[in-house]
């Protein structure tokens, strides 16, 4: 089988500013040799050029992508589902139940893009198996109780773990402290420690993709953001 391939289409970042924040979440391109293009959330409204400049660097174009895997349902992860209308959307089944009854200091879900989504082609998954041969996704609780992460090796057998908002910065990783976790049984700390017991490479949700290098971790692109004021 042809190895599993990703690139990151739309870099995440954690910038904010006091009362907001601009911290944009990536959105990464898996190509799988079954499965075909398959995109790990899609991004915020306010980087749907982005993410269009990223699938034409791919060469692909919206109608490409068959399949959506949505790590959790907050609106900075799943705002342009509606440019992939023909696509196979995956989420957690926890997940799913959390978004009708979120915690009550959550207020990043959408129920209106929930509504769109139940009219789509919704394929609900477990606590862990496999998307097709070798794309594993794994419960991995802490910031929503139904997060869900994606892990796969390689083409040189690096174990890559697509994390989103389960590690959403390099903070969290090396503290096992995750900020803005809405799972009432606290599980971040193990969900951390197993990203750190099983990656080399992790796609964080809000910050540059991290490297195992020997006992530490690094990045190589720090987070950007170029302000225009008109």
């Known amino acids: 089988m042809n190895p599993i391939e990703m690139e990151i289409l739309v870099p995440g970042n ?35 050029h982005q993410l269009l400049a990223g699938l034409e660097r791919a060469n692909l174009s919206p109608g490409d992508i ?13 705002n342009n589902v509606e440019l992939f209308p023909e696509a196979t959307f995956h989420v957690s089944q926890s997940e799913w139940a ?8 959550d207020l990043f879900g959408s129920p209106a893009i929930c509504a769109w989504l139940a009219t789509r082609d919704l394929r609900f998954v477990g606590e862990s198996g496999d998307l097709a041969a070798g794309l594993r ?5 802490g910031h929503t109780p139904g997060m869900t992460l994606l892990a796969f090796e390689g083409p040189d057998g690096q174990r890559i773990v697509v994390a989103g908002d389960a590690c959403k910065t390099y903070r969290e990783l ?32 809000h910050h540059p993709v991290l490297r195992r290098q020997n006992d530490a971790w690094a990045w190589e692109e720090p987070s950007r953001l170029d302000l225009i004021v008109r």
């Open 14 to 48: 954690s910038l904010s500013f006091r009362g907001g924040f601009f911290g944009f979440s990536v959105i990464a391109l898996i190509r799988h040799p079954e499965l075909g293009p398959v995109l790990f959330d899609t991004g915020h409204h306010a980087t749907r």
């Open 66 to 78: 068959r399949h959506v895997f949505l790590s959790h349902l907050h609106f900075d992860h799943m």
């Open 98 to 105: 959390y978004a009708k009854a979120p915690h009550p200091q």
């Open 137 to 141: 996704f794994r419960h991995a609780p």
């Open 174 to 205: 090396v503290t096992g402290d995750a900020g803005e976790a809405f799972d009432p049984l606290n599980r971040s700390p193990e969900t951390l420690q197993w990203i750190r017991d099983n990656a080399d490479v992790i796609v964080c949700g």
